[in-house]
């Protein structure tokens, strides 16, 4: 079952650009719609149309940090139809609008966090410390940061930096359930000239008011089963669009 959930994958990351049905994707699987949105998510660990709004993203974002194409010719060329949807999705997903992510990764500073953020700003906090383990070693800082999916999109509710593996401690994190990511750039892998990204992502933390966490982290090159981080690293994006 699951080389048809890759043979699904390799068809959303070779024809992101063309629009791409359900029914696509389950015959390109050769198994039923329905089996087919059930096996895949529970693989994946989202819905195929998220995976492929992920690789879109994910395409728009090099475009931005690589060419001088404007916003519109690349949403057309990631395959949207609508500039608005575009940049609705691109901002959801990333945490800033295109074209402020385009300044960042040509050097600006990652803007703060919005107004929206306050009430969780306002909520009572928790802490949360442990330890971050890399195979292969990271080649980068390693940023650490809480998000509200297993899945992270959008900015973190709270994040820091650690300059290699061992412990690290995020202070104050807002009471509610939550997911830690670790992510730090990689070696080059073989036939590749970017370095790889090095990832993991906790399970589901209770954060209590007034009360610790402790949680430890390997990072590793993701499978094909993950779909592209779309969330802004502070401390690491930079490096990952000059490499």
Same mark, same amino acid.
């Given at each position: ?5 890759? &043979?699904?994958?390799?068809?959303? =990351? ?138 992270? =999109?959008? &900015? ?49 933390? &209770? ?37």
């Amino acid at each position: 079952m699951k080389d048809g959930i890759r &043979r699904a994958i390799d068809a959303i =990351r070779d024809r992101y650009e063309e629009p791409l049905s359900l029914d696509d994707l389950a015959r390109s699987a050769m198994i039923s719609k329905f089996h087919f949105l059930r096996t895949f998510r529970r693989v994946t660990g989202v819905t195929p149309g998220r995976f492929l709004s992920a690789v879109r993203i994910h395409e728009a974002k090099h475009l931005l940090s690589t060419t001088t194409l404007s916003v519109a010719d690349i949403s057309i060329q990631v395959g949207y139809g609508s500039l608005g949807t575009f940049t609705r999705r691109f901002t959801e997903c990333v945490g800033l609008s295109p074209t402020a992510y385009r300044r960042v990764a040509q050097g600006e500073p990652l803007p703060e966090n919005s107004a929206a953020s306050q009430p969780l700003q306002e909520r009572p906090t928790g802490s949360l410390s442990g330890g971050i383990h890399a195979v292969p070693p990271a080649d980068s800082p390693i940023f650490v940061g809480v998000f509200d999916s297993p899945v992270p =999109r959008g &900015r973190p509710v709270t994040s820091g930096l650690i300059e290699q593996p061992g412990p690290f401690r995020l202070a104050t994190v807002p009471a509610g359930r939550w997911y830690l990511l670790a992510a730090a750039v990689g070696p080059t892998t073989d036939g590749h000239t970017t370095p790889s990204l090095l990832l993991g992502i906790s399970d589901e933390l &209770r954060i209590i008011p007034g009360r610790h966490v402790q949680v430890e982290l390997t990072i590793r090159p993701p499978d094909w089963r993950y779909p592209p981080l779309l969330s802004v690293l502070p401390g690491i994006e930079r490096l990952r669009v000059a490499a």
